[in-house]
């Protein structure tokens, strides 16, 4: 599958039109949902914001990270170690600290990588995510392997005002609704703005970019920062919503989720992320859920079934799940053009 063919920027009419429905849906559902499925929403669109923190690499800018989750975790971690035994810390300067910390080691990190090329820089984010992992792993004094836990929320307390709790469930969800949308307008504007623009001649051809006299280090060492201080608001969110930490939020196979994700809805348009995190998420939960059949737990076995799916999905689909819905949309225009 290529990152050309598979890349969709330019969402079709019903679409929108769909994902404006989908918006009113998540601003009801609380009122409809209980606290459990309110939670699992919560979460949907955190994975959702992360999803997104990768599409402006994968689908964007052409470039596949096996290591995106190591700015999600560190995040995470930034609010955890900032976060005292007995008290609250404020929502103001971790959030932006926490992010800002995710971005820097980004920075640093893509420095490197960002010089390789095809299965080397799949590689390299690999080994670079893989050393952030076994570095808090192995460590007592960062937590070790049994992590670290975030005893009291974020407090959004100004000079002694309290404008909203993100103790209360509810405030939480519509929290992370609008952090969800404004991520989405930010990269949104930012696809179509003229760093958006050199982003993506950059994923269909680097080296004509190179010769029109674009920095292609500068452009793509940006946008690797940018992704990895995305992927840590998305982690600071998590912390403060699980209120627990480990180095498993660092591992390759959260780094593969989010690849799966991006891929599931299609890629390159950041709606398709969003969609493919929530469909993730969804089948996560049907095939875990899988009864046993004689001998066999069928939901035990849930990465066959998921890997299954995306295996098909990627041969028949491989521009996701929006991709299809854009093929229904034409066909639908087309035939109602022929009884015209």
């Known amino acids: 599958m290529s990152t050309v063919k598979a890349n969709l920027e330019t ?183 003229p760093f958006g623009r050199a982003l993506a001649g950059i994923r269909v051809n680097e080296h004509r970019m190179r010769a029109m006299g674009f920095g292609v280090f500068a452009y793509k060492l940006s946008a690797f920062t940018l992704a990895g201080a995305l992927a840590g608001l998305a982690g600071y969110l998590w912390g403060v919503q699980t209120g627990y930490i480990n180095p498993e939020l660092m591992g390759f196979q959260m780094s593969a989720h989010a690849i799966m994700m991006v891929i599931l809805g299609g890629m390159g348009n950041f709606a398709g992320a969003i969609v493919g995190a929530f469909g993730f998420e969804y089948l996560l939960h049907v095939f875990k859920d899988l009864p046993q059949v004689g001998n066999v737990n069928l939901g035990k076995h849930w990465q066959l079934w998921m890997g299954l799916f995306i295996v098909l999905l990627v041969t028949f689909a491989p521009r996701g799940i929006l991709g299809i819905a854009e093929k229904l949309m034409k066909r639908k225009d087309k035939t109602e053009a022929g009884h015209d």
């Open 11 to 193: 969402l079709p009419r019903g679409v929108q039109v769909a994902l404006g429905l989908g918006l009113i849906a998540l601003a009801a559902f609380p009122f409809v949902g209980t606290d459990f499925y309110v939670q699992m929403v919560t979460r949907m669109m955190i994975m959702a914001i992360f999803a997104m923190s990768l599409d402006l690499l994968q689908g964007v800018t052409g470039l596949v990270s096996l290591g995106h989750a190591a700015y999600f975790g560190l995040a995470g971690y930034a609010l955890a170690f900032l976060t005292p035994q007995g008290d609250a810390v404020s929502l103001w300067w971790t959030l932006p600290l926490a992010v800002l910390a995710a971005g820097l080691a980004a920075l640093i990190i893509g420095f490197f990588v960002v010089r390789t090329h095809g299965i080397y820089f799949i590689m390299v984010t690999m080994a670079f995510a893989q050393m952030v992992f076994y570095l808090f792993f192995d460590n007592k004094a960062l937590g070790g392997s049994d992590g670290l836990y975030v005893n009291f929320k974020p407090s959004a307390a100004l000079f002694g005002w309290v404008p909203f709790d993100l103790d209360n469930k509810l405030t939480l969800y519509y929290f992370t609704l609008a952090a969800l949308l404004l991520v989405y307008a930010f990269l949104r504007r930012l696809l179509w703005s």
